[in-house]
């Protein structure tokens, strides 16, 4: 019972990896709008505010033409015959432009759609959408399969570790089955035979959850550095802290519940005979 707990707890941590890891897939998902060099600030960043209060949109970040020229200037610093060119120029070429984030990668055909409309589309001279729509497509795909792999392993290892219980809970009560019967013969009531073996069930869980969590601290202190270098910034440990009393407590409901329901269907073969 240790052991399920353990494996419990593991796919409680494994839930919040997955969703972490579709998140930080997710956010490297974006569009970026441009506009005409001739559309004022004041344009742009009412068009801003009209995104945000998009119920699809997460977040939009505004660049500015010399932000944008300062971007451009910092990462072709090195190439002296860009450097050049800009510098020579009497007008500053580059479009002010809007970073959106939706809040779902399927969500981006409607931001989209919007800006397409014809109070915004005078404003607007490219959308990166069309070229990237591969790219947001398949990853959105990957964030879906994430969460829906994430999903039925943690069903199927669930399903495993109460089986598993379920049997060796079987095994010590068919190891009993002598007892069971003597009890039986001398006129013990069935909720009799049935009390004691449940309430070692129960006891039983709760040790188990007490003790896979003590197992479990270490572990999850030593690997959620490792986790950290495939996830940046994905802090197992400090999740695993802050949300201890909850994962002791479905652990806790975990060990108890499969002990207990293990113990008193485990017994009534035996009340039948």
């Not at 939009?60 to 010399?66: A, G, K, L, N, P």
């Not at 610093?77 to 070429?93: M, T, Y």
């Not at 129960?202 to 601290?217: D, E, K």
């Not at 802090?235 to 113990?263: M, R, W």
């Amino acid at each position: 019972m240790i052991l399920a707990s353990l494996v419990f707890a593991g796919l409680i941590l494994f839930g919040f990896v997955s969703d972490q890891a579709a998140a930080s897939i997710q956010d490297k998902i974006d569009i970026s709008v441009y506009f005409k060099t001739n559309t004022s600030e004041d344009q742009v960043l009412n068009v801003k505010q009209s995104l945000e209060s998009l119920s699809e949109v997460k977040s939009v970040e505004y660049i500015s033409r010399d932000r944008a020229l300062e971007v451009f200037r910092a990462a072709h610093k090195e190439d002296s015959v860009i450097s050049q060119g800009i510098n020579e120029l009497n007008v500053n070429p580059l479009e002010a432009s809007l970073n959106i984030k939706a809040r779902r990668p399927d969500q981006y055909a409607a931001i989209v759609e919007y800006l397409n409309s014809p109070n915004l589309v005078s404003y607007i001279d490219s959308i990166s959408y069309s070229k990237n729509q591969a790219v947001i497509d398949r990853l959105g795909g990957i964030v879906n399969n994430v969460k829906r792999g994430g999903l039925a392993l943690t069903l199927l290892l669930g399903l495993i570790a109460g089986l598993v219980v379920f049997n060796t809970i079987r095994l010590a009560i068919y190891s009993n089955r002598e007892e069971i019967g003597i009890m039986r013969v001398v006129g013990a009531s069935n909720a009799l035979v049935r009390g004691p073996l449940v309430i070692q069930g129960i006891i039983a869980g709760v040790l188990a959850a007490v003790f896979s969590l003590i197992i479990a601290t270490p572990i999850v202190y030593f690997i959620s550095p490792q986790l950290k270098v495939f996830i940046p910034g994905l802090e197992v440990f400090q999740y695993f802290y802050t949300h201890l009393a909850a994962i002791f407590l479905y652990q806790l409901i975990f060990a108890v519940g499969i002990g207990a329901f293990s113990s008193f269907v485990a017994v009534r073969r035996f009340l039948k005979n």
